[in-house]
């Protein structure tokens, strides 16, 4: 019996940053064979219309009726996350808006690997890394630049309202509740007395009795005329026509 040697080369899977789960309505014993997942690997390359080495399968588990196989593209760059490329791929899969499995990728994978269900998973590089806690507490610095604009503020209104306050003053002419009294009202013995215009007291006095002969403003009535006609008289002239003088037959 003849022998030969020969060496066998394993090559390190590519590393990936997203996994793509595809549920089948095929028995697990079929993917088994070779023949049938070389099959399965090209027509889902065709589907996504690379090549067959640019698909990896990275698990497959499943059961009599149905299984679920795992994979991920060669051709997404691994260290960083690519979402454009991500995001072709499962636009490829699925719908926007439901993210449903499209009828179109399904005739495309062909009915001997019908699929019931597609999933897309990010890992590695496309995985939300810890965000380092920044400190947010203000300095003093921007203490005094917050509290400097409230400082000017309370200042200008301070200075309003003592403006205000100046500007609605009485002065010493003037007085709320203070009686008024004119200068003909003013007795001669007052120190006020000979002032030409209106002045306030500090208390209420009787204004002085002033006779109407006193009185330089006083004027009396005009005399009545005795012989004067009395209104509603005979020299009245009516407005109606008088009657002719009655002649006797």
């Not at 023949?35 to 059961?63: C, E, Y």
């Not at 636009?91 to 439901?98: E, I, P, V």
């Not at 062909?110 to 939300?128: E, I, N, P, Y």
Request: proline share 11%; aromatic share 6%.
């Amino acid at each position: 019996m003849a022998s030969a040697p020969f060496k066998v080369s394993v090559t390190p899977s590519f590393p990936f940053n997203h996994i793509v789960s595809l549920e089948l309505d095929t028995p697990i014993a079929r993917l088994s064979k070779p023949s049938s997942l070389s099959a399965f690997v090209h027509q889902l390359a065709h589907a996504f219309r690379s090549k067959p080495d640019a698909i990896t399968i990275r698990n497959i588990t499943g059961n009599a009726t149905k299984s679920l196989v795992t994979w991920s593209n060669n051709t997404v760059p691994h260290k960083i996350c690519a979402h454009p490329a991500l995001e072709s791929i499962r636009h490829t899969m699925l719908t926007r808006q439901r993210s449903q499995t499209k009828i179109e990728f399904v005739k495309q994978v062909g009915s001997q690997f019908h699929v019931r269900k597609a999933h897309m998973d990010l890992t590695g590089s496309c995985l939300d890394k810890e965000v380092e806690p920044v400190s947010t507490a203000p300095t003093m610095e921007a203490a005094d630049q917050a509290a400097f604009p409230w400082t000017v503020f309370f200042g200008v209104l301070i200075l309003v309202l003592l403006l205000t306050i100046l500007i609605e003053k009485p002065s010493d002419y003037m007085g709320k509740g203070m009686p008024v009294v004119f200068p003909e009202e003013v007795a001669e013995d007052v120190e006020m007395a000979h002032a030409a215009t209106p002045m306030l007291t500090k208390e209420e006095r009787p204004p002085l009795k002033v006779s109407q002969h006193e009185n330089p403003l006083y004027k009396p009535p005009p005399p009545l005329a005795a012989a004067s006609p009395r209104v509603g008289s005979a020299a009245t002239v009516p407005n109606q026509r008088m009657p002719p003088t009655y002649v006797p037959p």
